[in-house]
């Protein structure tokens, strides 16, 4: 029995001497993985199709529970990520954070979400550092780690400079976080930490639209660039802290734009 599905290549790995696992994002499954008999060989078809953060239908069949790829017709390469090694640094974080937080029915949405990412990388549609933070804030979002950024946590402020708390994903204004400083006792364990971010107006409104926005027009907003720091910071320690853990991708992006 054949199975009919899309999905982006998150990752390959080369086997034998001309073979490749595909690591597959789609809609219909979550992330498989996939043998691709030949596909490293100049002479297959499959070999465009089956390349790292290529778009790509493909034909499978199944044996007990592994995928072989039978056919492969690639819908969109994203060729302008290669031409820098800054944009393919972003597009492996993408990649790798796709491949851990699959959760079950926001595929689709991840999936629009990473394809409009690095379509922005490959055609250039907006800087690099405001796709990755749109992308986390997003991200977090849609796994279940809905962040409140439309108004203060505790009085309900909606004007003014925000405090965002990076572990707990809400706001509280100036008034209420130095109240609740004054209240806050010691942490009992080294894991029980406060991390609060003073936003800006703009940090705050670019978080707000990143969330709510349809997907198609998330790169869309502007921020000025005395503020673009402090967002992308916020969005990364937001959805790293909720995922509690590192990305090997990531560390190497900060290297590559230093």
């Keep these: 029995m ?7 290549v998150i990752r390959t790995t080369d086997v034998k001497e001309s073979d490749r696992i595909l690591t597959i994002f789609t809609e219909e499954m979550g992330v498989i993985s996939a043998s691709a008999r030949g596909a490293r060989s100049l002479k297959s078809r499959n070999m ?28 969109e390469s994203f060729y302008g990520i ?6 393919l640094a972003l597009a492996a974080y993408i990649c790798e ?15 629009r979400l990473s394809l409009n990412s690095l379509y ?7 800087p690099l550092d405001k796709i990755k933070a749109a992308f986390e804030i997003r991200t977090a979002a849609i796994i ?18 925000f405090y965002f708390d990076i ?21 009992e364990s080294p894991h029980e930490t406060y991390i609060v971010t003073l936003l800006s107006e703009s940090a705050k409104i670019a978080l707000g639209y990143c969330i709510y926005c349809p997907i198609e027009k998330i790169f869309s907003f502007k921020i000025p660039d005395e503020d673009m720091s402090l967002f992308s910071k916020t969005a990364e320690e937001y959805l ?5 853990r590192s990305f090997k991708t990531l560390d190497f992006y900060k290297e590559v734009k230093r």
Aim: some cysteine; hydrophobic content about 35%.
């Design 120 to 126: 922005a990388i490959s055609e250039g549609r907006a």
């Design 48 to 75: 465009s199709s089956t390349m790292q953060f290529c778009y790509s239908s493909f034909v499978l069949s199944k044996r007990g529970e592994y995928y072989s790829i039978k056919e492969a017709e690639l819908i």
């Design 97 to 111: 954070i796709l491949g851990d937080v699959t959760v079950a029915e926001a595929e689709r949405d991840l999936l």
């Design 82 to 87: 290669r031409e820098s090694i800054e944009g």
């Design 240 to 244: 790293i802290n909720q995922l509690e």
């Design 2 to 8: 054949n199975i009919e599905v899309k999905g982006l």
């Design 144 to 161: 279940g780690f809905m962040p409140s950024v439309l108004s203060c946590s505790e009085c309900g402020e909606k004007n003014g400079s």
């Design 167 to 187: 572990m707990g994903g809400k706001l509280t204004c100036y008034a209420c976080n130095e109240r609740m400083a004054s209240e806050r006792r010691e942490p």
